[in-house]
């Protein structure tokens, strides 16, 4: 073949170069590929057979073998060495010809003018002459225009300021006159580093005052920057996907692309995908993949060897060979994804600069490659996120509206509120923005925020970086200690870094501190502070951050700081790479906090209908909101063919369920059921439904419907309707039929019969239950525990009873679980939220517990604890020793059975089918459980 490739080349005298096959680097990683080849073909080893290379020979070849191979054409080598020498001085920032849109073409000049006019204007209005900021804020301004028009960057920030403008429109597009439109409500707000910006603020990219909030402006802008600085906007869901198409529009589809991610192979991937090309039996591999632990692939032996059912399987030769080709794909990319909410515009067509490929979505292009690529060749990448809290936030603010007739001005209610503090500080959280996890409400109920500033921490604190670094406890110690003594006196691991770690009680927990403490103890410039900060920025972040503690402690020395003080602080820096906020992000969420908290408390009914209708999003599942939402007076209605609308909808001061809630029910479907109804009335009877409703409505989603109650306020039970609707619908209806029902005459005379004989029991409350679970995947109508309370250990103690019993009380509690997690800062430790008629119950479960249960713990949807019960203030926990499967307790003792063996044999089976047999049937549907970590 390469003769002939030869030969035709000297024909055409066009010039050849060597190359290779390659497909793996090294001969041994062969293996590795005929399984990728299996896993892209979705089939076994076996299966692929005809698709795999025939042998190791396609790696890539030394200079040695490659010379070999083309010693007959020793000019294709030479043509080789030729392009990789151009290679090597090859500048993607400049060879590239990149260049990001200026703003409408204007010159430099024109465009700070420009700039600095806007903010100019802006600064009157938001600080008033005299005000407490005025002067701080006119020098901040001149001091960023400044270094904005050193980097030749005011027509980036103009630009942006069009994007915002392009958003306005497209929320007065899809909003029209809705409430939200009138409340303050800002198309998209800022997040990350350019909160800090007053530039941002006065253009509105943020709605954080920075000099109010004191933001550190160097994370985002300084003198030393080498790339475009990040901003970050979020929008709502809807207002996002349609920028994103305006944005295509604006600048031309050949100059607008999409970041892609390559999310890598993990553990549970790794095993799955794996496991099914070396043909292991698929329940197995499910298995180990639910119990392992591991993210990285790599910790798939360990796993198997700790799992007490799989740790003798590693001496069989596919389970050695599912370890071994697990350790080589770990880490390697699993697919190409779109960026969460990264684009590159450029005043060139992309395709000239960068390979594309079409988008998943219709009308989108997706560059190859992913942001740390983009940043290295030189692209500037704007940021549209989509953030569900506030889709949330807005659909409740119309809500409230609907009810009150004023929307509400989020931007103008009482940030000092204590009744919302209060409900902060108690943990009472579930649904409301950051602050919702069991890590936030375990810390937040020791901590007691009670200001924006407080909530920016402890929106901050729970992120890798402050707990690698320790600042968790010491932060949360010196808050109580101050709470108790306020003569208390702060200690620092310096003095020189009091200024800088004051706010944070001399720990490092924002990520633009560590910008501050390296430039006050090691007195790094703005540069060297800079160039530590991307080296934290990025995953391939350890080398280079080891190679600034040289530079860090000859600073830190020579301002007469010691050794072994500058190690100390500088070990709490390298944990930043782990991942931490800057103090102006923080501040953004932290706000965003307080907002839903505030529409959670005074206005729970629309939060809540919000909630449901913005799902998926946070920690908990409806199952679980909704009985958070039955706690804070909030009864949820089931769906009704004539009251419910499309989603969830406010009824009275309760939450009516959406038509588009139900199982195999279709917005498209739901919407023209409801538009039926508002067109010619209610429906009334099963048959006028029928008759009226779409054929796409199939038989399924219309007895879903009837088993959760949808019909019942037509007067019928729940089994008759089901009996009327398989008479009329019959057992087998063409699924391609697509006009009405009215063409179904032999079931009108089946509907005729007399059937007065006939006897329609309703549903009792566990049958109930359960068709809740598989319609809707939440309950509305009871609590499954409330079932079988009866039936578990009489020493089973409910939530409610917790602050009756005292401090290190053994107790036994039962509960549906709502979420789990098992934090890789943790130490090992798994928390579990549990809950109960009464409430929310806490679990801790230690690692030694843990790895004693962990099938239990990682998989049950029912679980029963044995543990001691914790309390400090507020907080109330239970630390297991025991976890175990839901079971029901004895009914009689020993000497009873033995006494009377058939009698109590024939009550306990009866008994032990009246109920517990309705939890089996949810474990084949279990309700939603959030599982992190």
């Not at 908990?620 to 039955?630: P, Q």
């Not at 508002?678 to 088993?707: C, H, M, Q």
């Amino acid at each position: 073949r390469l003769r002939a490739l030869g030969a035709l080349a000297d024909r055409l005298d066009i010039p050849v170069v060597a190359t290779g096959n390659v497909h793996y680097h090294r001969p041994e990683r062969h293996r590795l590929q005929d399984v990728l080849v299996a896993i892209r073909n979705r089939t076994t080893l076996d299966g692929s057979h005809g698709s795999r290379r025939a042998n190791s020979l396609f790696h890539l070849a030394s200079p040695t073998e490659m010379a070999v191979r083309f010693e007959t054409r020793p000019d294709s080598l030479a043509a080789t060495l030729r392009i990789a020498e151009r290679c090597r001085s090859f500048d993607l920032t400049e060879d590239l010809g990149y260049q990001f849109p200026d703003f409408e073409g204007s010159a430099r000049g024109e465009a700070i003018e420009t700039l600095a006019a806007v903010c100019l204007s802006e600064l009157t209005h938001r600080y008033e002459p005299g005000s407490a900021h005025e002067h701080d804020a006119e020098e901040r301004l001149h001091k960023e225009l400044k270094l904005v028009d050193m980097h030749g960057l005011a027509g980036f920030f103009l630009v942006y300021r069009d994007i915002l403008e392009l958003a306005r429109e497209v929320a007065t597009d899809l909003r029209g006159d809705a409430p939200r439109t009138h409340a303050n409500l800002p198309p998209g707000r800022g997040r990350g580093s350019s909160v800090s910006s007053i530039i941002c603020y006065l253009i509105g990219l943020s709605n954080i005052d920075p000099v109010k909030a004191d933001l550190f402006l160097g994370r985002f802008l300084n003198e030393a920057i080498r790339n475009v600085p990040d901003i970050d906007l979020d929008f709502s869901r809807d207002i996002r996907e349609e920028l994103i198409l305006r944005v295509y529009r604006k600048y031309g589809a050949d100059h607008v692309g999409l970041v892609c991610t390559f999310p890598s192979y993990r553990l549970r991937s790794a095993v799955r995908e794996i496991g099914k090309a070396l043909d292991l039996p698929q329940g197995e591999i499910e298995k180990l993949a639910k119990l392992a632990e591991h993210r990285s692939a790599l910790g798939l032996r360990e796993e198997i060897q700790r799992i007490p059912e799989f740790e003798n399987r590693l001496g069989a030769p596919l389970w050695k060979a599912l370890v071994e080709v697990a350790e080589d794909i770990a880490g390697l990319p699993r697919h190409i994804s779109q960026h969460v909410g990264g684009m590159i515009i450029s005043s060139r067509p992309l395709i000239e600069m960068v390979p594309l490929e079409p988008a998943a979505w219709e009308g989108r292009v997706l560059c190859q490659w992913d942001k740390d690529s983009c940043e290295d060749a030189g692209f500037i990448k704007i940021d549209f996120l989509a953030l569900g809290m506030l889709s949330l936030v807005e659909d409740a603010v119309d809500l409230i509206a609907d009810k009150t007739g004023v929307p509400p001005d989020l931007s103008r209610i009482d940030f000092e509120d204590e009744a919302v503090y209060e409900r902060i500080c108690s943990g009472d959280t579930v649904g409301m923005f950051q602050v919702e996890s069991q890590a936030q409400i375990q810390m937040i109920r020791r901590v007691r925020p009670r200001n924006l500033e407080d909530l920016a921490i402890q929106v901050a604190i729970v992120r890798p970086g402050p707990i690698v670094g320790g600042a968790v406890n010491q932060y949360v110690r010196r808050r109580e200690q101050l709470r108790a003594d306020p003569a208390f006196k702060v200690p620092y691991d310096h003095p020189l870094l009091a200024d800088a770690l004051g706010e944070t009680l001399g720990v490092v927990i924002f990520q633009d501190q560590v910008l501050r403490v390296s430039q006050a103890l090691a007195g790094f410039t703005d540069g060297q502070a800079e160039e530590l900060r991307r080296a934290m920025s990025r995953k391939r972040s350890r080398d280079a951050l080891r190679s600034h503690w040289d530079e860090f402690r000859e600073g830190a020395v020579a301002n007469g700081v010691d050794e072994a003080t500058a190690r100390t602080v500088f070990t709490k820096v390298v944990a930043f790479s782990e991942f931490g906020f800057p103090k102006s992000h923080a501040a953004a969420f932290g706000l965003l906090a307080f907002q839903s908290a505030w529409l959670s408390h005074y206005h729970p009914t629309e939060y809540y209908v919000a909630l449901f209708n913005n799902q998926p999003m946070g920690f908990y599942s409806l199952d679980a909101i909704g009985r958070d939402a039955l706690r804070h007076g909030v009864k949820v209605l089931l769906p009704d063919v004539n009251a419910s609308r499309v989603k969830c909808s406010c009824e009275g001061g309760a939450l009516r369920v959406g038509l588009g809630f139900v199982r195999n029910w279709g917005v498209e479907v739901a919407e023209r059921v409801a538009a039926e109804r508002e067109r010619r009335g209610p429906y009334l009877s099963l048959v006028d439904f029928l008759r009226r409703t779409p054929a796409s409505l199939k038989r399924p989603a219309i007895e879903n419907l009837i088993w959760v109650g949808g019909f019942e306020s037509l007067g019928l039970s729940r089994r008759e309707l089901l009996w009327q609707a398989g008479l009329w619908l019959g057992p087998e209806s063409d699924p391609n039929r697509t006009g009405g029902r009215d063409d179904h005459p032999q079931t009108e005379l089946a509907l005729g019969a007399p059937y007065e004989g006939l006897v329609f029991p309703g549903l009792d409350a566990p049958d109930r239950l359960v068709a809740e679970y598989r319609m809707l995947r939440f309950a509305a109508s009871l609590h499954p525990l409330s079932l079988v309370r009866d039936q578990l250990p009489l020493d089973t103690v409910t939530s409610g009873r917790f602050a009756d019993l005292p401090q290190n009380a053994i107790v036994w509690v039962a509960g549906i679980v709502t979420a789990r997690q098992r934090p890789v800062t943790a130490k090992g430790y798994v928390f579990v939220m549990l809950e109960d008629e009464s409430g929310p119950i806490s679990v801790i479960v230690k690692p030694r517990v843990y790895e004693r249960n962990r099938s239990t713990v990682r998989t049950e949807p029912f679980i029963l604890v044995r543990g001691r019960l914790q309390k400090d203030g507020t907080t109330m926990n239970v630390l297991a020793s025991q976890v175990e499967s839901l079971r029901m307790a004895p009914l009689v003792s020993d000497e009873q059975l033995h006494g009377s063996l058939p009698d109590t044999l024939e009550y306990w089976n009866n008994r032990q089918a009246s109920a517990f047999r309705y939890l089996t049937a949810l474990r084949q549907t279990p309700p939603g459980i959030k599982n992190f970590g």
